[in-house]
């Protein structure tokens, strides 16, 4: 059954009363296929068939993506911008002197600058929806500005504990509230940062910066936070104010949750490196066993749902698995001209697989 056997009827009409439908050329010959299907079937007539297929427009550059992409290079840019900045002893210096003020008065600053671009964005949101890309990016600007607040707060209510995690949970807290509010889904994923960095830093703190916390090193810890976002993101589908957060869940969920067993097919369970030098490779195999499982099963709902986030990175991590597991084997005992040779060949079948993929 093709994915518009179901809503054919809102799909045609939505041919029929546009002018055009951009589509790309992939898009466009699967919507012809469809079309003539539906005419095979006697479910349209020549008429509107051919009327269909004249309202479609085939884009030969997808500027969607561009847009995409470049703001977020453009964000990118910023962040290497003012870290480069605070690299600088001389610039920060001379900022530091220009704004020589209390923290007070920063965090005042910082908080007012947040709120007003937020404000400004939702507004422009509101007006002008169809600049999802651009009004996204600028939510991220005052989300990278709010950074500012609670450092400056931090500065203010420092103990000299050292317990600055608990900035980072109060970042989660104010990012969330703030996505819920004004409906963004770039300040959710801020919030999800934020909780990541909260247990990492927090289970840090308690541990007394320690290798392991509750006998779990760092990758172990975010196996459990990337099952529960994972989990959770399904949950938030279900619930129609929150569908929004939905995607943005998933996807941090599972960058959490395969990162951390990528990193433990590597690492395994250990805390410092000493120990883990100590160990052959495959007494970490059981750990790459259950990547590959892990990484099978999201593959398996991907395709069953067409849910393009488990699809996408069952299929990252069984070949992100098996090209670690081919590094950690072969490095030391194949000759470097076999070695680059037999990654060569694998990496050009997958590209003919691939290509025949997109082809057909």
């Known amino acids: 059954m093709t994915p518009f056997a179901l809503p054919r009827v809102d799909f045609g009409q939505y041919l029929l009363n546009h002018k055009r439908m951009k589509l790309n050329k992939k898009q466009a010959a699967f919507v012809l296929k469809i079309i003539q299907e539906w005419k095979s079937s006697d479910v349209l007539d020549d008429t509107t068939a051919r009327r269909m297929q004249e309202s479609l427009e085939i884009i030969s550059f997808d500027w969607k993506k561009l847009a995409q992409y470049s703001f977020w290079i453009a964000l990118s840019c910023l962040v290497a911008a003012v870290i480069s900045f605070f690299a600088d002893d001389v610039l920060r210096k001379f900022i530091e002197q220009l704004f020589n003020t209390s923290h007070l008065v920063k965090f005042i600053l910082f908080t007012f600058s947040a709120t007003l671009l937020y404000r400004i964005t939702f507004l422009r949101s509101q007006k002008r929806p169809q600049f999802f890309y651009s009004n996204e990016a600028l939510f991220a600007v005052a989300s990278f500005i709010a950074i500012g607040s609670f450092y400056q707060l931090g500065m203010m209510i420092d103990s000299g504990k050292g317990h600055f995690s608990l900035l980072l949970l109060l970042a989660f807290l104010t990012y969330g509230l703030v996505a819920f509010l004004l409906e963004t889904q770039i300040v959710w994923i801020c919030s999800l940062i934020s909780l990541g960095a909260w247990l990492g830093f927090e289970t840090g703190y308690m541990s007394k910066w320690e290798p392991y916390f509750l006998g779990m090193n760092y990758p172990m810890r975010f196996v459990f936070l990337g099952l529960a976002l994972t989990l959770g993101a399904f949950l938030l589908k279900e619930v129609r104010r929150c569908q929004q957060f939905y995607a943005p869940t998933l996807f941090m969920g599972l960058l959490y949750l395969f990162g951390a067993l990528w990193a433990l097919s590597i690492f395994g369970n250990y805390g410092d490196l000493h ?32 849910n393009i986030f488990t699809k996408n990175f069952g299929i990252v991590f069984i070949l992100l698995n098996l090209y670690t597991r081919f590094f950690e084997y072969f490095w030391n005992t194949w000759h470097k001209a076999f070695f680059f040779s037999a990654l060569s060949l694998s990496f050009w079948l997958l590209g003919r697989k691939a290509e025949k993929i997109f082809i057909n």
């Open 275 to 306: 120990s883990w030098h100590q160990v052959k490779q495959w007494e970490l195999l059981h750990w790459s066993i259950l990547l590959a499982l892990v990484s099978a099963l999201s593959l398996f709902h991907g395709l069953k749902k067409e």
